[in-house]
C-alpha cells in the first residue's frame, strides 16, 4: 500500500518525456520527473522514492530526501508565510505548510522551529505542526527505566528541557539532570529515568543505577591516583565543575564517593578527597 509522505519501494512501468511513471496500486501511476530518474532506470526496475503532492495537488514522486517523514519531527526554518499559514524549509521543492491552527505560537520568518509532519487523511496532504503534545503521546506504556532513547529538544521551560522521545513520545529533562548546554534543536542521546504514577516521562542523559556509578568511582579512584593520592574534589564542589571533570550530574558523583566512602577507600573533608 502507498504511504504518502514517507519512502516507497515502486515498480517503473513506463518511459516518457517528462520522466518515468510507477505503479502506486490503487492511486495508479505517478510521474518521477526526468531530473530525479536514476540513470539505470528501466522498466520493471524498483525504485525507492518519497511521494508527495505537488503544488498543484497532485500525487509525485522524488528521489529528494526530505529532512523529515511523515510521523518525524525536525529543527526546520520558517521561510515565508501566508493567510494559509508559514511554509518551512524541509528539503523538497514544495515547502512544508503549517497552518496558523496547528501553531503553538505565531511563527517568525526566519527562525527556526521543531515541526512534526503528519498526513491530513481529508486532503491526503502532508502538513506541518508545531503543537507537539496534539499529535504525540505524553504517557508511556512500554519505555522501561534504563532505556537508551533518542531525543530532540524542543522547549524550555522552569522545569527543564522539553524532548522529543524516539519521534514517538514527550518526556522531561529536569534542569538538575543537565551539565552541558543544550538548545534547542539539539539532538541526543539519553536515557529513560524513570516513568512517574502518571504514566508521563522523565529523562535524563546519563544511564541510571549502580552499574554506572560504580563505573564513576573507578574513575575516581583513577583520578585521585593521578592527583598523587588527593584531589579537591569533595561532595562540595559545584555541579558544573564535576560536569566538566567527569561528565555526570553532581548527585551520581556524591553517590559514587559515597560507595568509596562505606567501602573505606577515600576519607573525606569539606576542602579534599583523599584516597586511604
Known amino acids: 500500500m502507498l504511504k504518502i509522505g514517507q519512502f516507497n519501494s515502486l515498480r517503473l512501468t513506463r518511459l516518457a518525456d517528462a520522466g518515468v511513471y510507477l505503479d502506486a496500486g490503487s492511486y495508479g501511476e505517478i510521474l518521477l520527473p526526468r531530473r530525479y530518474v536514476p540513470a539505470n532506470a528501466r522498466p520493471e526496475s524498483m525504485l525507492e522514492v518519497f511521494v508527495y503532492l505537488d503544488s498543484e495537488d497532485r500525487l509525485i514522486a522524488t528521489t529528494e530526501r526530505p529532512h523529515l517523514q511523515v510521523g518525524e519531527c525536525a529543527y526546520l526554518k520558517a521561510v515565508d ?58 504517557f508511556s506504556y512500554y519505555f522501561k527505566p534504563s532505556q537508551a532513547v533518542n531525543l530532540l529538544i524542543y522547549a524550555r521551560d522552569e522545569f527543564g528541557y522539553r524532548a522529543v522521545v524516539n519521534q514517538t513520545h514527550l518526556g522531561l529533562l529536569y534542569q538538575n539532570e543537565v551539565f552541558q548546554n543544550l538548545r534547542i534543536g539539539d539532538q541526543v542521546s539519553g536515557y529513560i529515568q524513570q516513568i512517574r ?30 592527583c598523587g593520592g588527593s ?18 550530574s553532581k548527585a551520581h558523583f556524591k553517590r559514587a564517593l559515597g560507595l568509596l566512602y562505606k567501602q573505606k577507600l577515600i576519607q573525606l573533608t569539606p576542602e579534599k578527597t583523599t584516597l586511604l
Request: proline content about 6%; charged content about 25%; cysteine-free.
Open 197 to 226: 504514577p502518571d504514566r508521563k516521562i522523565d529523562l535524563t542523559l546519563r544511564k541510571p543505577g549502580v552499574v554506572v556509578e560504580d563505573a564513576l568511582a573507578q574513575q575516581i579512584l583513577v583520578h585521585l591516583k593521578q
Open 231 to 248: 584531589s579537591n574534589f569533595t561532595d562540595k564542589t559545584p555541579p558544573e565543575q564535576i560536569y566538566a571533570e567527569f561528565k555526570v
Open 81 to 138: 508565510s501566508s493567510r494559509h499559514g508559514a511554509f518551512f524549509d524541509w528539503g523538497l521543492t514544495k515547502d512544508l505548510l503549517v497552518p496558523y491552527n496547528e501553531q503553538e505560537r505565531p511563527i517568525e520568518v526566519g527562525k527556526f522551529y521543531v515541526v512534526h509532519a503528519f498526513l491530513d487523511e481529508r486532503t491526503e496532504s502532508i502538513v506541518g505542526t508545531t503543537q507537539l503534545a496534539q499529535h504525540l503521546n505524553e
